[in-house]
């Protein structure tokens, strides 16, 4: 497996992993059943493409992500910070908005930097970042 292949997966695996740590957090947080339901969906999604990333990884025998604990606890800790005082609908969908528009923007860099790369990680990729573009449409309507 190319260098570039692999750096693309993983920055895939690392934005999915971000993702659904995310939704665990805040899932409990959530008091509308409309968005518990919709970020439920988006755990699933983000879960396969996760999953086709290792996948992929894998089969090319390359190294897979490896979570940063610290990223972990700090993605976690600025969840809780950021819901102390505000647990709103529109709150949760704004801070979900903002997480996804951070998952465009580094698959943007990460394919900005890793042009070598082939057509199944950037398949991948592009799927990761138009299902990001969807979910932010689809969470406009709660804020």
């Given at each position: 497996m190319k260098r570039d292949d692999a750096e693309i997966l993983r920055e895939v695996?690392?934005?999915?992993?971000?993702?659904?740590?995310?939704?665990?957090?805040?899932?409990?947080?959530?008091?509308?059943?409309?968005?518990?339901?919709?970020?439920s969906r988006q755990s699933l999604k983000y879960s396969e493409i996760h999953n086709k990333a290792l996948?992929?990884?894998?089969e090319g025998k390359a190294e897979p992500y490896r979570?940063?604990?610290?990223s972990q606890m700090m993605l976690v800790g600025g969840i809780h910070s950021?819901?102390?005082?505000n647990t709103s609908t529109?709150?949760?969908?704004?801070?979900?908005?903002?997480?996804?528009?951070?998952g465009i923007t580094d698959?943007?860099?990460?394919?900005?930097?890793?042009?070598?790369a082939g057509s199944f990680s950037l398949e991948i990729a592009k799927e990761l970042m138009?299902?990001?573009?969807?979910?932010?449409?689809?969470?406009?309507k709660y804020l």
């Open positions: 695996q690392k934005n999915t992993e971000m993702a659904m740590k995310a939704i665990d957090t805040v899932s409990d947080k959530v008091y509308d059943d409309d968005l518990a339901v919709q970020l996948d992929k990884i894998l979570t940063n604990n610290i950021n819901t102390i005082f529109s709150h949760i969908a704004e801070m979900m908005i903002q997480g996804s528009n951070r698959m943007c860099k990460a394919l900005n930097h890793h042009e070598r138009d299902f990001e573009e969807k979910n932010i449409e689809r969470l406009k």
